[in-house]
């Protein structure tokens, strides 16, 4: 955990991480502080980077994207044109929800999102298969969800 944060500022980053709808009046009242030094505090995670963005989570099935593909991609070539040329392209795609520069026999991590099958194929034959220097591609498709967390365990070491 960062030194610069104290109790207060984790506080904070845990009860935005739970519902970034907060006001900053009810995390003051929750963490026992007034509203100034709240703001003051949420700005400055802001400014410093602790906070990125905020963001509605959706549920990929009711949007149409309830099949969810972890595809590895090796390229058949890993000089710094080629891997940048493939990640600059493969972020422009909307299905692709993340994107990973890996070690190990694959260079990259793709999570996707799609309708269905037939969607994800045309996908691969579309548009992935397309990309620069794009040599072996292996898919796994998420059967069942156990846990998807999108909070950050703060203080845990």
């Given amino acids: 955990m960062n030194n610069q944060l104290d109790p207060t500022d984790t506080g904070i980053l845990r009860l935005l991480q739970q519902d970034a709808r ?10 026992h ?3 100034t030094p709240i703001h003051a ?11 990125k963005r905020y963001a509605a989570i959706l549920d990929p099935k009711k949007i149409g994207r309830g099949l ?17 040329g493939f990640n600059n392209e493969v972020i422009k795609l909307p299905e692709v929800m993340e994107c990973y520069h890996m070690t190990g026999a694959f260079d990259f991590l793709l ?3 799609i309708a269905d099958m037939d969607e994800y194929y045309a996908l691969l034959q579309s548009k992935l298969s397309k990309l620069p220097d794009v ?3 292996q898919s796994f498709f998420v ?12 203080g845990i070491k």
């Fill in 22 to 31: 907060l006001t900053h009046k009810e995390i003051g009242e929750r963490l």
């Fill in 33 to 35: 502080k007034s509203i």
């Fill in 41 to 51: 505090r949420i700005k400055r995670l802001q400014e410093e980077g602790y906070i």
């Fill in 68 to 84: 969810i593909a972890y595809t590895q991609v090796q390229l058949k070539e890993h000089s710094q044109e080629t891997l940048l």
């Fill in 111 to 113: 999570r996707i999102a």
């Fill in 135 to 137: 040599g072996v591609m």
């Fill in 143 to 154: 059967m069942s969800e156990a846990k998807n967390e999108t909070a950050y365990a703060l």
